[in-house]
């Protein structure tokens, strides 16, 4: 807590208390039809759900494969094992309902999500293994991701460790200049008036399209990714802390001025502090746009990584294989992300009750 919170804290506190109150059953909510009971008894959305598992995993293991000419889908017999074994998994932690300690309160909030995820997968592996509806192998079966994380888990998991090598280098690049930048333009009125209008008008250009020029200027191929990684993360990270930076409540300065603090105490422990979730709101939008340049870096130049594993997999009508780098993708984003949501609060958790998350 800064200097200026301190003091003014029991005012700000009190009137920042009531609309925090009133927006926290909106932010934690939960649509009535979704809840569930509380942990006590059995756990019947988990029944339902584990149903759902069994079903899915008889309708893999007993209804045969479509033959599809060289199409002999491996793996098959696994896959519908391992249905069955979450079903006798789910309906174990149903019938302990308050005895299933923590997996169980863990397994409750996305019960019918276990429950949807069986059913959709039944309808993957219905209209490709089963029926052939879509014809393969532009179109493969659940079974084939397994297939191919077993197979060519070297060359994933090598292609993995170079994008991330890669998003790390560029994204903490950009968000440390753009942080910087942003707090630059947000606090002096030099920078305000002269490298303000440049960022608004070259901005909003898409790092995708300078790669051309990234390429031809840049000593590597690497370092063009690496700039243009940076780029994507730069200008929402910049944009975001100076809107953060100059939206500070001037009351907050005054009061640190009263107290004898220095211009570098007012940007360091009032603006930076005050301005911090909105720089986090720039790195949500810097990380998706990151990785997009990211792919498309890695397919246009880059000689590894998960983008340069989609375009050698598409060149070698290995679709299965392509679908498992889309699937690691979404992973590597979805758990990036998380990541940076526990970093912010973490970091913020001084904040909460006063700013909307």
């Given at each position: 807590?800064t200097t200026?919170?301190?003091v003014?804290?029991?005012?700000?506190?009190?009137?920042?208390?009531?609309?925090?109150r009133?927006?926290?059953?909106?932010?934690?909510?939960?649509?009535?039809?979704?809840q569930?009971?509380?942990?006590?008894?059995?756990w019947?959305?988990?029944v339902?759900?584990?149903?759902?598992?069994?079903?899915?995993g008889?309708?893999?293991?007993?209804?045969?494969?479509?033959?599809?000419?060289?199409?002999?889908?491996?793996?098959?017999?696994?896959?519908?094992?391992?249905?069955?074994?979450?079903g006798l998994v789910?309906?174990?932690?149903?019938?302990?309902?308050?005895?299933?300690?923590?997996?169980?309160?863990?397994?409750?909030?996305?019960g019918?999500?276990?429950?949807?995820?069986?059913?959709?997968?039944?309808?993957?592996?219905?209209?490709?293994a089963k029926?052939?509806?879509?014809?393969p192998?532009?179109?493969?079966?659940?079974?084939?991701?397994?297939?191919?994380?077993?197979?060519?888990w070297?060359?994933?998991?090598?292609?993995?460790?170079?994008?991330?090598?890669?998003?790390?280098?560029?994204?903490?690049?950009?968000?440390?200049?753009?942080?910087?930048?942003?707090?630059?333009?947000?606090?002096?009125?030099?920078?305000?008036?002269?490298?303000?209008?440049?960022?608004?008008?070259?901005?909003?250009?898409?790092a995708?399209?300078?790669?051309?020029?990234?390429?031809?200027?840049?000593?590597?191929?690497?370092?063009?990714?690496?700039?243009?990684?940076?780029?994507?993360?730069f200008f929402?990270?910049?944009v975001?802390?100076?809107?953060?930076?100059?939206?500070?409540?001037?009351?907050?300065?005054?009061?640190?001025?009263?107290?004898?603090?220095?211009?570098?105490?007012?940007?360091?422990?009032?603006?930076?502090?005050?301005?911090?979730?909105?720089?986090?709101?720039?790195?949500?939008?810097?990380?998706?746009?990151?990785?997009?340049?990211?792919?498309?870096?890695?397919?246009?130049?880059v000689?590894?990584?998960?983008?340069?594993?989609?375009?050698?997999?598409?060149?070698?009508?290995?679709?299965?294989?392509?679908?498992?780098?889309?699937?690691?993708?979404?992973?590597?984003?979805?758990?990036?992300?998380?990541?940076?949501?526990?970093?912010?609060?973490r970091?913020?958790?001084?904040?909460?009750?006063?700013?909307?998350?």
């Open positions: 807590m200026a919170d301190q003014l804290g029991s005012r700000i506190e009190r009137s920042a208390a009531a609309p925090a009133a927006a926290a059953p909106h932010a934690t909510a939960i649509p009535a039809s979704l569930d009971t509380v942990a006590t008894g059995v019947r959305t988990g339902v759900a584990a149903l759902a598992w069994f079903a899915f008889a309708l893999t293991l007993y209804w045969p494969n479509k033959e599809v000419g060289f199409s002999d889908w491996t793996f098959t017999s696994e896959l519908g094992a391992a249905g069955l074994a979450v789910l309906l174990g932690v149903a019938l302990l309902g308050a005895h299933a300690g923590r997996v169980g309160r863990t397994l409750r909030p996305a019918h999500w276990l429950i949807a995820a069986p059913l959709l997968l039944a309808l993957w592996e219905t209209l490709t029926l052939g509806a879509l014809p192998p532009f179109f493969a079966p659940p079974q084939s991701l397994i297939d191919v994380a077993y197979e060519d070297a060359r994933l998991g090598l292609s993995t460790a170079h994008s991330l090598r890669l998003l790390a280098h560029g994204f903490v690049l950009g968000a440390l200049v753009g942080f910087g930048t942003g707090v630059w333009i947000g606090w002096s009125r030099i920078a305000g008036y002269w490298v303000h209008p440049v960022l608004r008008f070259l901005g909003p250009v898409p995708s399209a300078l790669l051309p020029l990234a390429f031809f200027f840049a000593p590597s191929s690497y370092a063009a990714a690496v700039f243009l990684v940076g780029l994507a993360t929402p990270v910049a975001l802390t100076w809107s953060g930076v100059a939206s500070v409540h001037k009351s907050y300065y005054d009061v640190a001025r009263t107290l004898g603090a220095s211009e570098w105490f007012l940007v360091l422990r009032v603006a930076v502090p005050a301005a911090l979730p909105q720089v986090f709101v720039g790195l949500f939008m810097g990380l998706g746009a990151s990785f997009s340049v990211l792919v498309t870096a890695e397919m246009m130049g000689k590894a990584g998960l983008g340069w594993y989609l375009q050698w997999a598409q060149g070698w009508a290995a679709y299965a294989n392509m679908y498992a780098a889309l699937l690691v993708m979404a992973v590597l984003c979805s758990g990036l992300i998380t990541l940076l949501f526990t970093v912010r609060d970091a913020l958790s001084w904040q909460k009750g006063t700013v909307k998350w």
